[in-house]
């Protein structure tokens, strides 16, 4: 008798385990770890991160697939064997080999695994437009098997906005900023105090995170709104001066103004950080000139951070509590 897919994933473990793949460029690697601890409270040299964190890999700009584990063997015949039990019912499917950045396998080994898995699964396989997927991978010398899911480059559509700023963050490192500073959205309640033209609030959205903006320059406002709309998400953007903020939030995430219009001094930093300290507890902060002697003096403690370049530009991510 076939087991069913809730049944069989009690017999194989207690807690579910997710394995995740990301890949990112050269001068995000820093991001991209950081992204990760955030997560999962660790990261990998290897880009494969194990974990009993559930997380859509599409809100991270640096995931790259999420395998739900439902077997594991030893060998590869000890997978094949518990595979045989499991019934895909009244659904087509595919089965994929992911590669574990250290591959050995040829591309025809490969090919040939995943047949020999497809033919033990009870079901209707289907190549072209598979209803599930399913991925095997050799992980630390054992094998699994389970749900495979791609992400997808949410991030990638949200480049072309109506509105754009020169001095703005990349959507990619808006994303991933979003992720360090709510990585588990449940219950949370998040502001941008200084939303500028809505790229993070755009990000957060996109992720069905609660979050309020606001800005102290009334002219780009409506360009804000704007490019929130455009996008088909709906978010509260207000005129706003950060120091006159009354009500309480989980966390702030503040891009710190550093362009020609927007030049502000330590003392006005730190009026803006200890407002902060006032209304949130945790603060993501960008910059891009060191903060840390102002951070401290607002009242926080420095947790973690990471620095993003382009080219010869560099921004630090802070994350204080």
């Not at 950045?101 to 047949?115: I, L, N």
């Not at 709906?234 to 309480?248: A, C, K, N």
């Amino acid at each position: 008798m076939y087991a069913s897919f809730n049944a069989m994933k009690k017999d194989e473990s207690k807690l579910d385990k997710y394995i995740y793949t990301f890949s990112s460029y050269e001068d995000e690697q820093a991001l991209s770890a950081l992204e990760m601890r955030c997560f999962f409270g660790m990261d990998s040299e290897k880009n494969i991160i194990e974990s009993t964190v559930k997380i859509d890999p599409s809100r991270s700009p640096f995931m790259k697939e999420r395998i739900a584990v439902l077997f594991e063997g030893a060998s590869f015949q000890e997978l094949l064997a518990k595979v045989a039990t499991f019934e895909v019912s009244g659904e087509s499917f595919k089965v994929m080999y992911v590669k574990n950045g250290s591959e050995e396998e040829s591309f025809e080994m490969r090919r040939k695994m995943e047949r020999e898995v497809g033919l033990q699964l009870v079901g209707n396989a289907d190549i072209h437009n598979p209803q599930r997927l399913f991925a095997i991978m050799n992980r630390n010398g054992r094998w699994v098997f389970g749900e495979y899911l791609k992400s997808e480059s949410v991030w990638f559509r949200h480049q072309q906005k109506p509105h754009q700023y020169s001095t703005a963050l990349s959507t990619r490192v808006a994303r991933a900023v979003v992720n360090i500073a709510i990585p588990n959205p449940t219950g949370i309640k998040a502001i941008d105090p200084c939303c500028g033209i809505g790229t993070v609030l755009v990000e957060a959205l996109s992720m069905g995170i609660d979050i309020v903006g606001g800005d102290h320059n009334p002219i780009i406002l409506a360009g804000t709104r704007e490019n929130i709309a455009h996008f088909g998400y709906s978010g509260e953007v207000t005129f706003t001066d950060m120091r006159t903020i009354r009500q309480h939030y989980d966390v702030a995430i503040i891009d710190l103004p550093y362009n020609l219009c927007s030049v502000i001094s330590p003392e006005e930093q730190l009026e803006m950080l200890q407002s902060a300290r006032r209304f949130a507890d945790k603060v993501v902060v960008v910059t891009v000139e060191p903060i840390d002697k102002v951070l401290i003096k607002a009242g926080f403690a420095i947790i973690d951070r990471a620095v993003v370049k382009k080219g010869t530009f560099s921004r630090e991510v802070i994350v204080g509590k």
